[in-house]
């Protein structure tokens, strides 16, 4: 290969890479809209329980932890592990919930798209930390 032709191999691959970081980065004004999903089972409001538990301050904090909130022993086994929610875990729990903790009684399919839950959970922080 000629170093014009190599340059351009590392060009088109540090794009890529480039676009998938941009990818990744969440907006919350998109991720409020991804939240509509989820609004008929999670207010924000402090002990606030809807079908779901109340999603205050659920950044940094372990699993199952909202006052007052009868969580599935699914989720209660999670707890006793240790599992706090950080953007990796709320990341792979959003993905699929039922596959990330088997037997949870939240019922939601999943987003499946990367950057719905990007934006979801950068929305999340903005709003769980008030
Ligand atoms: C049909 C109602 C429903 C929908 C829709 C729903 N959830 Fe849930 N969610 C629940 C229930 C019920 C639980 C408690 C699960 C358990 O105890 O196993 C839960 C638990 C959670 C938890 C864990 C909270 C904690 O205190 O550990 C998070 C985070 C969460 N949901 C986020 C979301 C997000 C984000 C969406 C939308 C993308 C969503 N949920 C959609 C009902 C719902």
Redesign the pocket.
Same mark, same amino acid.
């Given at each position: 290969m000629s170093n014009r032709k190599i340059g351009l191999v590392v060009l088109a691959v540090a794009s890529l890479y480039a676009g998938h970081a941009v990818a990744q980065e969440g907006n919350w004004r998109d991720g409020r809209k991804?939240?509509a +999903?989820? %609004? @008929?089972?999670?207010s924000f409001a402090e002990g606030k329980t *809807?079908?779901? !538990?109340?999603?205050a301050g659920?950044f940094d904090? +372990?699993?199952? @932890?909202?006052p007052g /909130?009868? /969580?599935?022993?699914?989720?209660?086994a %999670?707890?006793a592990a240790g599992?706090v929610?950080s953007d990796e875990t709320?990341d792979a729990?959003?993905t699929k !919930?039922k596959a990330f903790?088997p +037997? @949870?009684?939240? %019922?939601?399919p999943? *987003?499946s798209d990367a950057q719905d839950r990007a934006n979801?959970i950068v929305y999340?922080k903005r709003r769980a930390s008030r």
């Open positions: 991804v939240f +999903k989820c %609004k @008929t089972c999670h *809807l079908f779901g !538990p109340s999603l659920v904090r +372990k699993a199952g @932890t909202a /909130y009868s /969580y599935s022993g699914a989720m209660q %999670k707890n599992l929610w709320m729990f959003l !919930p903790i +037997k @949870t009684k939240m %019922k939601f999943g *987003l979801i999340m």
